[in-house]
């Protein structure tokens, strides 16, 4: 059962249960106050006509012997005298009917036949009264009955009430509660149905999108349709799902460029194999040729060089992928001069000129990766460059107190569309050029991990046959600013 329905007819049946008892309750407690009121005036009404009856026969019955009259019999003074005293009451509704000792009917205006004994005539003593209400035909008929006591003989007076009317306005009332009951489950059903299927149209909203969203659609958002519990709900809902759908994007760009170094690696890999393993068979299957001998050993040794600088640059990426720097401040000028020194052949092998600027700033930084950093870049400027141009190498501080390090060629440049691509490993942008200059790509992948490590941000302006310029922002504090050239 859907939640929609779980409400409804929670809701639903919770109201009725409590509506019919609480009705049903009110009735009957109206009834019984009725009742109780009903009883207790017939008491009091059996006990009046009792106390008359004894007074006028005690009076009478007195003033017969002042005059000396004949003693009248009890039972014909009742038979003669007892209707008198039904004047005060409604005759369709109130009657008495009394017995002598031996229950003969003395006095009765009853009409009706009473069926089966009379429990409430058991009474011993004159102060006591029984009552009972006795359904007879149609009717509901009040009895009270006590004793009356005339000169020492006893009879049994009891006093009838018609109790019909209030049996009848019990009914009345119940009737008329059903009516209004089914009134109002229809209109609440309706009303109910109408309601609880709006406010959760969130809710069947939510679990639509949670099933899109598990097919694969992690684009897919929830639309907020209220500022209630819900609708927090929807917008913690649609906050899961972009990261959700971040970290997929992640992944798969993970797995793909986990891919692509696997197909970059095989092929960079099985070039200078393929290379020497040609050369080798050459000269394992020639005569011996002192040109050919050379020539071939010459391009074995150039390509077990390439595949050790493959091998080098792979573990200088490893170790930046898996290492955590340990930061120390230090001044940054020392590893320009000394980035400069160490490439100085490689820029005289490609006659190209190095010209440095830096201002010495003290950094957080881990010295050797930035070193590291450093040489790939003006190594990948050397390789774009032609020969006679010219490098820059700067450092300088800005003015939010960052730091740039900046290296600048008049290169080939890279084309637009490659330049979001070419911090990924293996990935050249001229492979013709990189294959003259053996480079394999990894040399921007390994200065792009250096700068994620010290939360520092890469940019890169390049335009085709014009140059490139790299600058690395790096943040930090310092304190002193001197230049030097």
Not at 23 to 42: K, P, T
Not at 470 to 481: A, K, Q, T
Request: charged share 20%; aromatic share 10%.
């Amino acid at each position: 059962m859907k939640l929609w329905q779980k409400v409804f007819w929670g809701t639903f049946l919770l109201f009725e249960v409590l509506f019919n008892a609480s009705s049903f309750y009110l009735i009957q407690h109206n009834f019984n106050q009725n009742l109780i009121r009903e009883v207790d005036r017939g008491l009091t009404n059996q006990q009046l006509l009792t106390a008359q009856i004894e007074n006028e026969w005690s009076y009478i019955n007195n003033l017969n012997q002042l005059l000396n009259a004949a003693k009248e019999d009890a039972g014909d003074f009742l038979q003669h005298n007892a209707s008198k005293y039904l004047k005060s009451f409604d005759p369709s509704s109130v009657f008495i009917d009394i017995k002598d000792d031996r229950d003969q009917t003395v006095f009765s205006n009853f009409s009706e036949t009473i069926d089966g004994p009379r429990p409430e005539l058991e009474v011993k003593n004159p102060a006591d009264r029984k009552y009972i209400i006795r359904s007879i035909g149609r009717k509901s008929e009040l009895f009270v009955a006590g004793m009356l006591t005339l000169s020492g003989r006893g009879f049994k007076l009891a006093y009838i009430l018609d109790l019909t009317d209030i049996y009848a306005d019990k009914n009345a009332q119940i009737r008329a509660f059903i009516k209004i009951n089914i009134v109002i489950t229809v209109v609440l059903a309706a009303g109910l149905y109408g309601l609880i299927w709006y406010l959760t149209r969130s809710v069947r909203m939510l679990t639509r999108s949670a099933q899109t969203i598990a097919s694969g659609r992690y684009s897919h958002r929830v639309n907020v349709l209220s500022k209630d519990e819900i609708g927090l709900l929807s917008e913690q809902f649609n906050k899961m799902a972009e990261a959700i759908e971040e970290k997929v994007q992640a992944l798969e760009t993970a797995a793909g460029n986990r891919q692509r170094f696997i197909h970059y690696l095989t092929h960079e890999l099985k070039t200078p194999l393929t290379s020497i393993i040609g050369y080798a068979d050459l000269l394992r299957t020639t005569a011996f040729n002192e040109e050919v001998f050379y020539k071939s050993l010459h391009y074995i040794y150039s390509e077990g060089k390439r595949l050790e600088s493959l091998a080098f640059k792979l573990m200088d990426l490893i170790l930046v992928e898996n290492i955590q720097p340990r930061m120390t401040v230090l001044d940054i000028r020392p590893i320009f001069e000394e980035t400069a020194q160490l490439m100085r052949l490689q820029l005289e092998k490609a006659q190209v000129s190095l010209s440095m600027s830096v201002e010495a700033a003290k950094l957080p930084m881990e010295s050797d990766l930035v070193q590291i950093m450093c040489t790939n870049l003006i190594d990948n400027s050397i390789k774009a460059s032609n020969t006679g141009s010219g490098i820059g190498f700067r450092g300088y501080r800005t003015e939010d107190s960052r730091y740039v390090i900046e290296v600048q060629d008049e290169g080939i440049g890279i084309p637009e569309q490659d330049i979001p691509n070419v911090f990924e490993p293996f990935f050249t942008a001229n492979p013709s050029r990189s294959q003259s200059n053996r480079g394999a790509g990894l040399g921007l992948a390994i200065c792009s991990e250096i700068v994620r490590l010290h939360a520092g941000e890469l940019d890169i302006q390049s335009r085709l046959n014009e140059g490139t310029v790299i600058r690395v922002i790096l943040p930090g504090s310092y304190n002193s600013f001197t230049t030097c050239r």
